[in-house]
């Protein structure tokens, strides 16, 4: 079974403190995605790679940063945790084809107090 | 840049009847993708449905089907005979061509099946 895993299901971190999420995927896709899903809101994208070591911006970029250092590994850095980045974390992946379907983890709600 | 609309927050449904699920998006785009999404309560994201903009046949799955209006770019997501499993949050998403392949959702449409 395919599988895209976030290291946690929840989280609950303070202000100012750095925050790692963790998404490690076993279906050697090209490309990983982080997506931030709010009430409402829908979901939007904060960073996308397309292979290791690159990075693209994507619709809400700031407050975060990411790394993907290793093909299956794709982790979102959050340097100095807000309030307003309370939210449910979703990292997902794909081959780079555009009909390809994306692989979503089961998602890390993050509250910060 | 593209967006993604979908204009009913909820909806609900009888158990065995049929509901549709609105999704319009705007681009300039000719050639794309289009897909349906569900998150069930378990949050995982799967994919429901597809459609290829160049192909005029509207896709299905088993009880899951579209009905693609490319002029009036529309892109609207019918459940036949609903089952209680169906309940979740539908996303429409839209995939365009050129150089980044990101996903663009929309807000989403929570669907209630009633017993």
């Known amino acids: 079974d395919v599988k895209v895993t976030q290291s946690s299901r929840y989280l609950v971190k303070r202000t100012g403190e750095k925050v790692f999420l963790e998404c490690v995927q076993d279906m050697d896709h090209e490309n990983m995605f982080w997506y931030r899903q709010d009430p409402g809101l829908g979901l939007r994208l904060i960073y996308f790679s397309y292979d290791v070591k690159m990075k693209e911006k994507g619709d809400i970029p700031e407050g975060y940063s990411v790394s993907r250092e290793k093909k299956e590994r794709f982790s979102l850095i959050l340097e100095s945790a807000s309030t307003n980045q309370t939210s449910m974390y979703l990292c997902a992946s794909s081959l780079p084809a555009r009909g390809e379907k994306l692989f979503f983890g089961s998602g890390t709600q993050l509250s910060v107090l | 840049a593209q967006t993604v609309t979908q204009s009913q927050p909820e909806m609900s449904v009888q158990e065995a009847e049929t509901v549709t699920l609105s999704c319009t998006y705007d681009t300039s785009e000719s050639d794309y993708y289009l897909f349906w999404y569900k998150q069930p309560p378990s949050r995982q994201m799967i994919l429901v449905i597809r459609?290829?903009?160049?192909?005029?046949q509207n896709a299905t799955e088993n009880r899951f089907s579209v009905n693609f209006q490319k002029a009036a770019k529309s892109f609207s997501l019918k459940i036949s005979d609903s089952q209680l499993g169906d309940a979740a949050m539908y996303f429409c998403a839209y995939r365009g061509q050129g150089g980044s392949e990101k996903l663009v959702f929309g807000k989403g449409t929570k669907l209630t099946v009633n017993p």
């Open positions: 459609q290829e903009a160049y192909k005029q």
